[in-house]
């Protein structure tokens, strides 16, 4: 079950790196991306996950770890963004931008998943065909879920096709509420996952980097669900602080156990005002240093999660 209600999951996917480093192909679009320092990054990001995949498991959440393998697959860390599990038995396959990345699709992977976590598959929508075509969607990096109002919140980007998302949300039965957010230099931010988050009780937006069009709306449709909406800034966000991910886990004694994930560069980063409404949310936050996976990758831990939801 997912022990926090429809939101939270008790189960997650993480892929442990083998050959991580900078990619040159998805740096294109990925201005959180930064090379250099090449020597000992791949030995680094393996030791950071391991650690992180630890944490997770000593507060009780189920953790499927799967090995990456050859071919060199540098972001295969970030699973969320080829597939996705739903607690209708639904698996999603999502079209990426990068060609590099297509490789992390690995059915093997699918098959683990349901062994170790006692996930049943009853329906595959595959959507990777949309890539001919050049439209993508890459997963819970171009949506952000609320799962208990069935609203995905998708910024357009190179990566977040309008037409694929609608397809999406029709297929899972969302509303869809898109809209437009960009950096301080004017480009549309790669992913909605760095843009914000939605948990239980509270979600986090960098309202100043979205669209003034949509802005007053994408709030209220937050505010309109019960969240406590906290607004960061673009600096926060620029450390991510707008990718995290609300999991659980159950505890005999105490029940739900809710852990707010975030990374040690957000918690740095965030004022104490907003640490203290969203921790005031939760249980537990968690908050691992995965410094080399950020500024090479280009992602934070929302992005190494791939959420399982069971019935």
């Given at each position: ?113 349901a062994r170790d976590t006692g996930f049943v598959v009853r329906r595959t929508l595959d959507l990777t065909n949309h890539e001919k075509e050049g439209r993508f969607l890459e997963g ?45 230099g004017g480009a549309p931010i790669y992913h909605t996952n760095v843009v914000m988050h939605v948990g239980t009780r509270s979600a986090v937006v960098a309202l100043d980097n979205v ?101």
């Amino acid at each position: 079950m997912s022990p926090a209600g429809s939101q939270v999951s008790g189960a997650i996917l993480m892929v442990r790196p083998k050959n991580f480093g900078f990619n040159a192909e998805t740096a294109a679009t990925n201005r959180f991306q930064h090379e250099g320092g090449a020597a000992g990054v791949a030995a680094r990001a393996r030791a950071e996950f391991d650690a992180f995949a630890a944490a997770l498991a000593g507060e009780g959440v189920t953790v499927c770890v799967a090995e990456d393998a050859d071919p060199p697959r540098p972001d295969a860390v970030f699973p969320n963004n080829w597939v996705s599990f739903h607690a209708d038995g639904t698996v999603v396959l999502y079209p990426m931008q990068a060609v590099s990345r297509r490789a992390e699709r690995r059915a093997g992977i699918v098959e683990q998943v349901a062994r170790d976590t006692g996930f049943v598959v009853r329906r595959t929508l595959d959507l990777t065909n949309h890539e001919k075509e050049g439209r993508f969607l890459e997963g819970t990096g171009s949506l952000v879920l609320d799962h208990v109002s069935r609203i995905a919140y998708a910024c357009r980007s190179p990566r977040t096709d309008e037409a694929v998302a609608h397809q999406w949300a029709g297929e899972l039965g969302y509303a869809l509420e898109l809209f437009d957010a960009r950096d301080a230099g004017g480009a549309p931010i790669y992913h909605t996952n760095v843009v914000m988050h939605v948990g239980t009780r509270s979600a986090v937006v960098a309202l100043d980097n979205v669209a003034a069009a949509d802005r007053e709306r994408v709030a209220g449709r937050l505010a309109s669900t019960g969240h406590d909406v906290v607004a960061i800034t673009e600096a926060e966000m620029n450390a991510f602080a707008g990718n995290m991910l609300e999991v659980g886990s159950w505890e005999e004694f105490l029940g739900d156990f809710r852990i707010l994930v975030m990374s040690r560069t957000a918690r740095r980063a965030l004022a104490p005002e907003k640490f203290e409404r969203l921790s005031a949310g939760v249980d537990q936050v968690l908050a691992p240093p995965v410094e080399t996976i950020e500024r090479h990758g280009g992602g934070s831990v929302r992005c190494m999660l791939a959420e399982v939801f069971l019935r």
